[in-house]
């Protein structure tokens, strides 16, 4: 209850500031809806640090990675059972990376938690298909970071995975029913989603924390 009669308080200010600002920068459109619409607002998506997130070799077994919480909005328990019951009998050498807090034991599956910036960045870059089937993101930026890492992003629709994705120009977004063998695809023939994955790198390199700040910089 305090943290929603927190954060409540916190968007009224927010609300405040920016209807006496001259111009307010949003990092997404999903956010901007929030707000009352002003010609001169504008959206400015979040950076991802290439230094950090880019491609690297991938593992040798075909590999999902997902970031976020078993039982939260993201979905991590309902893609496990997916991997055990429907991507793993089609793909046995398959393997399910989880940076989560623990949860059930399962053949193929790893658990990774308190992990650092540059620990991550290697599941990523290593990883062969990245899901977060979240109901909901107001951006996505774990979306972001896999695409800036030469990985295959398969989610469900959300706002923020509708938007960063380009409504599935870089990155498959697919129905619930469609998500298990979407990746189990992925898995089997990752050479069919080549030019997707080059086209991701390529917009991630326009969310570049140089290139955004020139977009802040363009709004001064």
């Not at 309902?78 to 991997?83: D, Y």
């Not at 979407?182 to 080059?198: F, H, K, N, R, S």
């Not at 020139?214 to 709004?219: C, H, I, P, W």
Request: glycine share 6%.
């Amino acid at each position: 209850m305090v943290r929603k009669v927190n954060l409540s308080f916190l968007y009224l200010l927010e609300l405040l500031s920016s209807l006496r600002s001259d111009a307010t920068l949003f990092n997404s459109a999903d956010t901007r809806k929030l707000y009352p619409a002003r010609s001169s607002d504008k959206i400015v998506h979040l950076p991802v640090d290439r230094r950090i997130f880019h491609p690297g070799p991938k593992e040798a077994n075909p590999t999902i990675l997902f970031v976020g919480g078993l039982d939260s909005r993201k979905r991590g328990r309902w893609l496990l059972e997916l991997f055990t019951t429907h991507i793993k009998p089609l793909v046995p050498d398959a393997r399910l990376w989880m940076v989560s807090e623990q949860g059930p034991e399962a053949e193929g599956v790893t658990y990774y938690k308190n992990l650092g910036i540059e620990e991550l960045a290697d599941l990523y870059r290593r990883a062969h298909v990245f899901s977060m089937p979240s109901t909901y993101e107001g951006f996505g930026i774990p979306y972001l970071e896999a695409m800036a890492s030469g990985t295959l992003v398969v989610t469900t629709p959300n706002p923020g995975a509708n938007e960063i994705l380009q409504q599935g120009r870089f990155g498959r977004i697919v129905q619930d029913s469609q998500l298990a063998g979407c990746l189990t695809d992925a898995l089997l023939d990752p050479q069919a989603y080549g030019e997707m994955v080059e086209a991701a790198l390529e917009w991630a390199d326009d969310h570049s924390w140089p290139a955004i700040i020139r977009q802040y910089l363009a709004y001064v």
